[in-house]
């Protein structure tokens, strides 16, 4: 009997163990998730479109910074032009009123320059005109002075009694002209064919009595006062202030006396 229940118990055992379910095996925890084909290519694309538009703006920047560096350099370049055309304006003054000027400062062609010279160049040409202005000044200063209380041969008085001014293939004589002027002045008088109206055949001439006792035509010397002799003529021959044509013509001066 004890042997029957044995083999009873051993019998529910069995069947139980029999009917307990089967675990599957679970996936791994770090697999990896796949990506569909579509949505890889998207992705691939987009990667590589900012991979170009980060090189594009890589290769721009040098391009950019090459033209704002050619455009700093051609203000550079005005700048130059500007101020050595009027320190060479204050020296051909200076050295026909005065007799003589300090000398410009020179550098190479400007095309050569860097930048940085460019800068030095332009900061000299500013200090030349600065202290030939200075100089102008002066000399004005100490005309006026001779004007009010004017010394031997310090005012002399021009009378251009001939003058045939040829220039773009029409030659025409000038009306006579007077003009008196002071030791160190310098001035432009009108050469016109009618002394009435404006007329299209006329030119300008630049006149100086400089203070070395020269009288100076269009930057030519064409006679040296004598403050010792009250009377005296002199010929001249110059270019046009364009020097595309001449002017020829003589001229009468006498020294004003201070009494």
Known sequence: MSIFRTGLLLATLVLS????????DLPPKNAEKSIPQGQKANTDTTAQVKADSAQTGVDKKPKENGAQNNAAKNTLIEQFNTQTQIA?????????????????????????LKSKE????????????????????????????????????????????????SHDNVTFKAQPLVGQWVRGESRVIRLKDSILFE???????HVTFSETYQLIINGDVISIINPNKMKNSAGFNVATHNNIGKIVGKLDYRLVDNK
């Open 88 to 112: 060479s304006k204050h020296y051909t003054e200076l050295k026909n009123r005065v007799g003589q000027a300090p000398d410009l400062p020179t550098f190479g062609p400007v095309e050569t």
């Open 199 to 205: 007329s299209p055949m006329s030119e300008d001439l």
């Open 17 to 24: 163990a029999c009917s307990m379910p089967i675990l599957q």
């Open 118 to 165: 460019l800068n030095t160049a332009i900061q000299s040409l500013r200090t030349y005109i600065s202290k030939t202005s200075t100089e102008l000044a002066l000399l004005n200063a100490r005309v006026n002075e001779r004007e009010k209380t004017m010394a031997r041969g310090d005012i002399i008085q021009l009378f251009l009694s001939e003058a045939t001014v």
